[in-house]
Protein backbone atom coordinates (compact mmCIF):
# COMPACT_ATOMS: atom_id res chain seq x y z
CA UNK A 1 0.00 0.00 0.00
CA UNK A 2 1.35 3.53 -0.84
CA UNK A 3 1.12 5.82 1.81
CA UNK A 4 -0.82 8.98 0.96
CA UNK A 5 -3.08 11.18 2.89
CA UNK A 6 -4.95 12.38 0.63
CA UNK A 7 -7.83 13.32 0.43
CA UNK A 8 -7.21 13.70 3.61
CA UNK A 9 -5.74 17.35 4.23
CA UNK A 10 -2.97 18.06 6.06
CA UNK A 11 -4.63 20.76 7.99
CA UNK A 12 -6.92 18.10 8.80
CA UNK A 13 -4.84 15.42 9.77
CA UNK A 14 -3.21 17.76 12.34
CA UNK A 15 -6.56 18.23 14.12
CA UNK A 16 -7.41 14.44 14.20
CA UNK A 17 -3.62 13.21 15.24
CA UNK A 18 -3.89 16.03 18.24
CA UNK A 19 -7.59 14.66 19.09
CA UNK A 20 -6.30 11.41 19.08
CA UNK A 21 -3.60 11.96 21.26
CA UNK A 22 -5.64 13.49 23.93
CA UNK A 23 -8.36 11.02 23.54
CA UNK A 24 -5.01 7.77 24.26
CA UNK A 25 -3.68 10.07 27.07
CA UNK A 26 -7.46 9.70 28.95
CA UNK A 27 -7.32 6.17 28.46
CA UNK A 28 -4.22 5.60 29.02
CA UNK A 29 -4.94 7.81 32.65
CA UNK A 30 -7.92 5.86 33.89
CA UNK A 31 -8.17 2.79 31.34
CA UNK A 32 -11.16 3.73 29.28
CA UNK A 33 -12.92 6.99 27.60
CA UNK A 34 -11.24 7.08 24.71
CA UNK A 35 -13.94 6.70 22.18
CA UNK A 36 -15.89 9.77 23.86
CA UNK A 37 -13.18 11.86 23.15
CA UNK A 38 -12.48 10.76 19.74
CA UNK A 39 -15.55 9.75 17.60
CA UNK A 40 -17.41 13.15 18.14
CA UNK A 41 -14.54 15.11 17.07
CA UNK A 42 -13.53 12.54 14.03
CA UNK A 43 -17.36 12.60 13.11
CA UNK A 44 -16.87 16.26 12.24
CA UNK A 45 -13.29 15.77 10.35
CA UNK A 46 -13.67 12.35 8.87
CA UNK A 47 -16.00 10.04 7.07
CA UNK A 48 -17.51 7.47 9.47
CA UNK A 49 -15.84 4.88 8.13
CA UNK A 50 -12.25 6.07 7.89
CA UNK A 51 -12.41 7.10 11.66
CA UNK A 52 -13.89 4.13 12.93
CA UNK A 53 -10.93 2.46 11.43
CA UNK A 54 -8.64 4.82 12.55
CA UNK A 55 -9.98 4.57 16.20
CA UNK A 56 -9.23 1.05 15.88
CA UNK A 57 -6.09 0.88 14.63
CA UNK A 58 -5.08 3.27 17.20
CA UNK A 59 -6.63 1.44 20.25
CA UNK A 60 -4.65 -1.44 19.48
CA UNK A 61 -1.48 0.02 19.38
CA UNK A 62 -2.09 1.69 22.65
CA UNK A 63 -3.54 -1.12 24.22
CA UNK A 64 -0.45 -2.84 23.11
CA UNK A 65 1.65 -0.05 24.92
CA UNK A 66 -0.04 0.27 27.96
CA UNK A 67 0.24 -3.61 28.98
CA UNK A 68 3.73 -3.45 27.85
CA UNK A 69 4.95 -1.83 31.25
CA UNK A 70 2.17 -2.73 33.03
CA UNK A 71 1.20 -6.18 32.27
CA UNK A 72 1.71 -7.20 35.83
CA UNK A 73 -0.82 -5.24 36.97
CA UNK A 74 -3.36 -7.34 35.04
CA UNK A 75 -6.66 -8.85 37.66
CA UNK A 76 -6.53 -12.10 36.10
CA UNK A 77 -9.20 -13.12 38.76
CA UNK A 78 -12.40 -12.59 36.32
CA UNK A 79 -10.65 -12.14 33.29
CA UNK A 80 -11.35 -15.28 31.35
CA UNK A 81 -15.24 -14.77 32.14
CA UNK A 82 -15.17 -11.24 30.98
CA UNK A 83 -13.38 -12.58 27.40
CA UNK A 84 -15.17 -15.77 27.05
CA UNK A 85 -18.78 -14.19 27.88
CA UNK A 86 -18.01 -11.19 25.31
CA UNK A 87 -17.25 -13.88 22.50
CA UNK A 88 -20.26 -15.41 22.95
CA UNK A 89 -22.11 -12.56 23.38
CA UNK A 90 -20.85 -10.78 20.12
CA UNK A 91 -23.32 -13.15 17.73
CA UNK A 92 -26.02 -11.69 19.90
CA UNK A 93 -25.09 -8.44 19.47
CA UNK A 94 -25.55 -8.96 15.82
CA UNK A 95 -29.07 -10.08 16.05
CA UNK A 96 -29.82 -7.47 18.52
CA UNK A 97 -28.75 -4.83 15.83
CA UNK A 98 -31.24 -6.23 13.48
CA UNK A 99 -34.03 -6.83 15.73
CA UNK A 100 -34.28 -4.30 18.82
CA UNK A 101 -34.81 -0.65 18.30
CA UNK A 102 -31.10 0.94 18.51
CA UNK A 103 -32.42 4.23 20.19
CA UNK A 104 -34.46 2.04 22.73
CA UNK A 105 -31.33 0.18 23.16
CA UNK A 106 -28.82 3.11 24.39
CA UNK A 107 -31.32 4.55 26.11
CA UNK A 108 -31.42 1.43 28.47
CA UNK A 109 -27.93 1.38 28.46
CA UNK A 110 -27.49 4.91 29.72
CA UNK A 111 -30.44 4.40 32.13
CA UNK A 112 -28.06 1.61 33.67
CA UNK A 113 -24.75 3.39 33.49
CA UNK A 114 -26.83 6.91 35.28
CA UNK A 115 -28.39 4.49 38.15
CA UNK A 116 -25.17 2.74 38.70
CA UNK A 117 -23.24 5.79 39.26
CA UNK A 118 -26.22 7.48 40.98
CA UNK A 119 -25.92 4.31 43.84
CA UNK A 120 -22.03 4.59 44.14
CA UNK A 121 -22.00 8.00 44.55
CA UNK A 122 -24.13 7.85 47.86
CA UNK A 123 -21.18 5.90 49.40
CA UNK A 124 -18.79 3.83 49.58
CA UNK A 125 -19.40 -0.18 49.89
CA UNK A 126 -22.83 -0.05 48.42
CA UNK A 127 -22.44 -2.71 45.61
CA UNK A 128 -19.69 -5.08 46.22
CA UNK A 129 -18.57 -7.66 43.83
CA UNK A 130 -16.94 -10.09 46.00
CA UNK A 131 -16.32 -12.75 43.66
CA UNK A 132 -15.30 -12.78 39.84
CA UNK A 133 -17.45 -15.74 39.38
CA UNK A 134 -20.12 -13.75 37.66
CA UNK A 135 -17.58 -11.90 35.56
CA UNK A 136 -19.04 -13.87 32.49
CA UNK A 137 -22.34 -12.07 32.55
CA UNK A 138 -20.81 -9.16 32.66
CA UNK A 139 -17.99 -9.77 29.65
CA UNK A 140 -21.54 -11.17 27.34
CA UNK A 141 -22.99 -8.00 27.89
CA UNK A 142 -20.20 -6.20 27.19
CA UNK A 143 -20.23 -8.18 24.17
CA UNK A 144 -23.93 -7.60 22.88
CA UNK A 145 -23.31 -3.95 23.01
CA UNK A 146 -20.03 -4.36 21.79
CA UNK A 147 -21.28 -6.94 18.75
CA UNK A 148 -24.47 -4.69 18.47
CA UNK A 149 -23.18 -0.52 18.46
CA UNK A 150 -19.37 -0.68 19.75
CA UNK A 151 -20.41 0.33 23.20
CA UNK A 152 -19.19 -2.57 24.98
CA UNK A 153 -17.12 -1.16 27.55
CA UNK A 154 -19.21 0.09 30.52
CA UNK A 155 -19.98 -3.55 31.19
CA UNK A 156 -16.70 -4.32 31.76
CA UNK A 157 -15.80 -1.04 34.06
CA UNK A 158 -18.96 -1.44 36.01
CA UNK A 159 -17.48 -5.14 36.70
CA UNK A 160 -14.21 -3.48 37.88
CA UNK A 161 -15.70 -1.16 40.05
CA UNK A 162 -17.20 -3.85 41.85
CA UNK A 163 -14.88 -5.75 42.16
CA UNK A 164 -12.43 -2.60 43.75
CA UNK A 165 -9.19 -2.55 41.52
CA UNK A 166 -7.04 -0.06 42.03
CA UNK A 167 -6.11 2.23 39.47
CA UNK A 168 -3.33 0.77 38.12
CA UNK A 169 -5.38 -2.98 38.08
CA UNK A 170 -8.10 -0.72 36.25
CA UNK A 171 -6.16 0.27 33.85
CA UNK A 172 -4.54 -2.92 33.09
CA UNK A 173 -7.04 -5.50 33.10
CA UNK A 174 -9.64 -3.24 30.66
CA UNK A 175 -6.47 -3.25 28.41
CA UNK A 176 -5.93 -6.76 28.59
CA UNK A 177 -9.84 -7.32 27.75
CA UNK A 178 -9.72 -4.91 25.21
CA UNK A 179 -6.43 -6.87 23.83
CA UNK A 180 -8.47 -9.97 22.98
CA UNK A 181 -11.46 -7.94 20.89
CA UNK A 182 -9.68 -5.21 19.03
CA UNK A 183 -7.82 -7.19 16.62
CA UNK A 184 -11.06 -9.11 15.70
CA UNK A 185 -12.43 -4.87 14.85
CA UNK A 186 -9.28 -4.52 13.08
CA UNK A 187 -9.58 -7.40 10.84
CA UNK A 188 -12.85 -6.42 10.01
CA UNK A 189 -12.75 -2.96 8.96
CA UNK A 190 -9.34 -4.23 6.77
CA UNK A 191 -12.02 -7.22 4.95
CA UNK A 192 -14.31 -4.62 4.73
CA UNK A 193 -12.06 -2.06 2.95
CA UNK A 194 -11.84 0.68 5.19
CA UNK A 195 -7.69 0.35 6.17
CA UNK A 196 -6.82 2.26 3.29
CA UNK A 197 -4.02 3.91 2.32
CA UNK A 198 -5.06 7.48 3.98
CA UNK A 199 -5.73 5.83 7.18
CA UNK A 200 -2.47 4.06 7.41
CA UNK A 201 -0.46 6.88 6.43
CA UNK A 202 -2.76 8.99 9.25
CA UNK A 203 -1.86 6.37 12.03
CA UNK A 204 1.35 5.91 11.19
CA UNK A 205 2.39 9.66 11.30
CA UNK A 206 0.16 9.68 14.87
CA UNK A 207 2.63 7.05 16.74
CA UNK A 208 4.98 9.52 18.09
CA UNK A 209 1.73 11.51 19.67
CA UNK A 210 0.64 7.91 20.91
CA UNK A 211 3.71 7.38 22.52
CA UNK A 212 3.90 10.65 24.45
CA UNK A 213 0.26 10.48 25.29
CA UNK A 214 0.28 6.54 26.81
CA UNK A 215 3.79 8.04 28.56
CA UNK A 216 1.84 10.86 30.12
CA UNK A 217 -1.26 8.93 31.20
CA UNK A 218 0.58 6.55 32.87
CA UNK A 219 2.15 9.41 34.86
CA UNK A 220 -0.94 10.98 35.51
CA UNK A 221 -2.09 7.03 36.58
CA UNK A 222 0.39 6.28 39.15
CA UNK A 223 -0.66 9.77 41.25
CA UNK A 224 -4.18 9.17 41.41
CA UNK A 225 -5.57 8.56 44.79
CA UNK A 226 -8.32 5.69 44.54
CA UNK A 227 -10.98 8.62 45.90
CA UNK A 228 -9.72 10.36 42.76
CA UNK A 229 -10.02 8.00 40.47
CA UNK A 230 -13.12 6.64 41.47
CA UNK A 231 -14.78 10.10 40.70
CA UNK A 232 -12.96 10.41 37.27
CA UNK A 233 -14.87 6.98 36.30
CA UNK A 234 -17.80 7.61 37.18
CA UNK A 235 -17.88 11.59 35.72
CA UNK A 236 -16.58 9.55 32.25
CA UNK A 237 -19.43 6.99 33.19
CA UNK A 238 -22.37 9.63 33.76
CA UNK A 239 -21.08 11.60 29.89
CA UNK A 240 -20.88 8.17 28.00
CA UNK A 241 -24.84 8.09 29.11
CA UNK A 242 -25.80 11.80 28.03
CA UNK A 243 -23.43 10.89 24.63
CA UNK A 244 -25.98 7.96 24.35
CA UNK A 245 -29.35 9.52 25.08
CA UNK A 246 -28.22 12.41 22.72
CA UNK A 247 -27.41 9.66 20.06
CA UNK A 248 -30.77 7.95 20.87
CA UNK A 249 -32.82 10.78 20.99
CA UNK A 250 -31.53 12.51 17.47
CA UNK A 251 -31.83 9.07 16.15
CA UNK A 252 -35.44 8.89 16.96
CA UNK A 253 -36.44 12.53 16.16
CA UNK A 254 -34.31 11.70 12.60
CA UNK A 255 -34.11 8.61 11.82
CA UNK A 256 -32.04 9.53 8.61
CA UNK A 257 -29.56 10.02 11.05
CA UNK A 258 -28.93 6.54 12.23
CA UNK A 259 -28.61 5.36 8.89
CA UNK A 260 -25.40 7.55 8.84
CA UNK A 261 -24.00 5.69 12.19
Known sequence: VAFDLS???PSTAAVAVAGMAFASF???SVGFGEALIAMPLLALLLPLPVGAAYVALVAMVVTAMILGRDWR???TDGLLGLVLGSWAGIPLGFYLLRA???PL???VLAGVLIGFCCHRMRGPGSWTLKSARWSWCFGLAAGVLGGAYNTGGPPVVIFGSLRHWTPAQFRATIQAFALATIPIIVIGHWRAGRVTSSVLTLFIISLPALATAVIL???VNRRLGATAFV???HALL???AATLIWTALREWLDPAAASSV
Do not use: E, F, H
Request: glycine share 4%.
Open 7 to 9: PIT
Open 26 to 28: IRS
Open 73 to 75: QIQ
Open 100 to 102: APR
Open 105 to 107: VLL
Open 217 to 219: GRW
Open 231 to 233: RIV
Open 238 to 240: LAI
